[in-house]
């Protein structure tokens, strides 16, 4: 029984040290991975950037000589002031200033980017009072929406995953590891189809300066909520059914979020990602792993005995009566009885 125990034990503990060497193997990778797209994106827009500030130099140099009677520290207060209103979504172009942000097609297209934690940004409360209910709306409406989400894509999981697999699985015998690999590639190679590439050529025909990439690029950033918030749609001044465009858009990102999930919990339930993830998890604890296993110079039949009438005890809510041991050991290491 002891050398049962003590091999039982051994085997556990290599394991959770081998699922710690594994975490900080993820660990290091995550941070190599963070540091390497931090090293492209530096040096791939780094050029662009500098390039811009200069050519905002030689625009504003040139402006300041064709108005000589303008100072330069008017020029700044305006173009400061300007800014700041851009930051909250309103422009002073004559194009722009015909687009209201808090019309109501526009503030269900701000609710619908604040509770899916999108967020593009180009449109923030300007008042204390939108702020704080922005707060309060937040706080209920983000785990609401959770639950929502998760209710629907717990539904739709049934049809469109579980009960293909398992007929497919039934019907011709094949394995269901490569048929649920086989029905998760094609499922989201239909969900890019519907919800990236046809809306991205939408976009590309909807939207005066976007090219087919930028849409794409658009759709990507959008149902990822990751929402940078550099390409806005409805946003042009000569923009056509705007306010049904942009209830179209919501429709579009909530759609295609529960689509996104939908793809993303079908691959979380492949049994290869399944083995794949506990590879970093800790190991669940059984009942009989809280038995400690002293070490043999203090080990008593008594004390594990105890142990594990404890344990029977947290399991049926009543306490367990043990009967009198029928064997420890003496402090010489003889055997009693």
């Known amino acids: 029984m002891l050398q049962s125990l003590s091999s039982n034990s051994c085997v556990r503990l290599i394991q959770s040290n081998r699922s710690a060497w594994y975490f900080v193997l993820l660990a290091l990778g995550y941070a ?23 050519e905002l130099r030689q625009v504003k140099r040139q402006f300041l000589q064709d108005h000589e009677c303008l100072s330069e520290e008017r020029l700044e207060e305006f173009l400061a002031r300007a800014l700041e209103a851009s930051n909250y979504g309103v422009s002073v172009l004559n194009n722009a200033s015909a687009n209201w942000n808090w019309d109501f097609t526009s503030a269900l297209f701000f609710a619908s ?53 398992q007929y497919v699985h039934t019907r011709w015998g094949l394995s269901k590891a490569l048929v649920g690999m086989v029905h998760a590639i094609l499922l989201a190679f239909i969900t890019t189809s519907c919800f990236f590439l046809i809306p991205a050529a939408i976009f590309s025909a909807l939207e005066e300066n976007w090219n087919f990439l930028e849409s ?111 064997a420890y050991l003496s402090p010489d290491g003889s055997i009693n009885r």
């Open 32 to 54: 190599l991975y963070l540091v390497f797209g931090a090293v492209v994106f530096s040096s791939v827009e780094l050029p662009y950037e500098d390039l811009l500030r200069q």
């Open 113 to 165: 980017t604040v509770l899916s934690t999108t967020g593009y940004g180009h449109t923030a409360p300007l008042s204390d009072g939108g702020k704080a209910f922005c707060i309060v709306y937040s706080v209920i409406g983000i785990p609401f929406t959770l639950l929502f989400l998760t209710a629907v894509v717990q539904r739709i999981m049934v049809f469109s995953t579980r009960r293909p697999v």
């Open 216 to 326: 794409f690029y658009f759709c990507f950033i959008s149902l990822s909520t990751i929402g940078l918030g550099d390409y806005v749609p409805g946003e042009g001044y000569n923009q056509r059914f705007r306010e049904i465009y942009k209830v179209g858009i919501t429709l579009y990102l909530l759609l295609g979020l529960i689509a996104m999930l939908v793809v993303l919990e079908t691959f979380c339930e492949l049994q290869q990602l399944k083995h794949f993830r506990k590879m970093f998890y800790l190991k669940k604890e059984k009942p009989e792993d809280r038995v400690t296993i002293l070490e043999h110079d203090h080990l008593s039949f008594s004390s594990v005995s105890d142990q594990a009438s404890s344990l029977r005890e947290d399991k049926t809510g009543e306490p367990f009566v043990e009967s009198p041991p029928l």
